[in-house]
């Protein structure tokens, strides 16, 4: 199985400010990697797939970047709205190699 | 627009089966695309469960693989998950959700997710 390691647990971060966040694979999982934003009491919304590719309707402001093993989630100047909980999740060599999330990064207000 | 709606009992007791169902409108499930399950205990992190592809063909996490059926019904345009022998781990949100296929593998659509307990 591929673990998904994300990092920081928690960012506090300022309005306007940017913010960095990472994920890195247990192995390489070439681009095969989405990103989702999830709210209090909401489900997890899609950002991001094949790591840099923004969903429909994703603001320009948030980024994806990285390939193989190290991937980066950028918000650039961060909205009251995006404060919330993200994740990553791989979806290399599906299906035989399964579908798994990295434990999610919590943008807190600095 | 694609809707997703999660149902079943909301509280389960140890060692019985968790059902739920999620039923799908705005989409033919007879069209394609993978259908999952996803799990969230209470302040942690996401668990994929498993998907089924609109012909039948399922894909379950290993981990639960021996305690999970997942099975779709295209007369009624849901589908639905199974899990036995709970246990208090198993309490979570449940999210239904639809998995994109075409060289991507990632969940576009969700439901909004219903809260599992499990206790005697």
């Known amino acids: 199985e591929i673990v998904m390691t994300q990092s920081p647990a928690t960012l506090s971060v300022s309005p306007g400010e940017r913010a960095t966040l990472s994920c890195r694979a247990s192995q390489s999982v070439s681009s095969n990697l989405a990103w989702y934003q999830q709210k209090p009491g909401q489900a997890p919304r899609l950002l991001i797939y094949?790591?840099?590719t923004r969903a429909t309707g994703i603001p320009a402001r948030f980024s994806g970047s990285g390939s193989g093993t190290e991937f980066t989630l950028t918000i650039s100047s961060l909205q009251s709205e995006d404060f919330a909980v993200y994740y990553c999740q791989q979806y290399n060599n599906w299906p035989r190699g399964g579908l798994t999330f990295g434990g999610g990064t919590k943008v807190e207000i600095k | 627009q694609v809707q997703l709606q999660e149902s079943g009992p909301g509280l389960v007791k140890p060692s019985e089966t968790l059902s739920l169902t999620c039923a799908v409108s705005?989409?033919?499930?007879?069209?394609?695309?993978?259908w999952g399950w996803i799990r969230q205990p209470p302040g942690k992190g996401l668990e994929w469960i498993g998907s089924i592809y609109h012909s039948g063909s399922t894909y379950y996490n290993p981990s639960l693989k021996s305690r999970v059926t997942i099975s779709v019904d295209t007369s009624k345009n849901q589908f639905s998950l199974k899990l036995s022998s709970v246990t208090a781990a198993d309490t979570a949100v449940y999210y239904c959700?639809?998995?994109?296929?075409?060289?991507?593998?990632?969940?576009?659509?969700w439901g909004q997710g219903t809260l599992v307990t499990v206790s005697s």
């Open positions: 705005g989409y033919s499930i007879s069209s394609g695309y993978y």
């Open positions: 959700a639809r998995q994109y296929i075409v060289g991507a593998y990632y969940f576009d659509y």
């Open positions: 094949g790591a840099s």
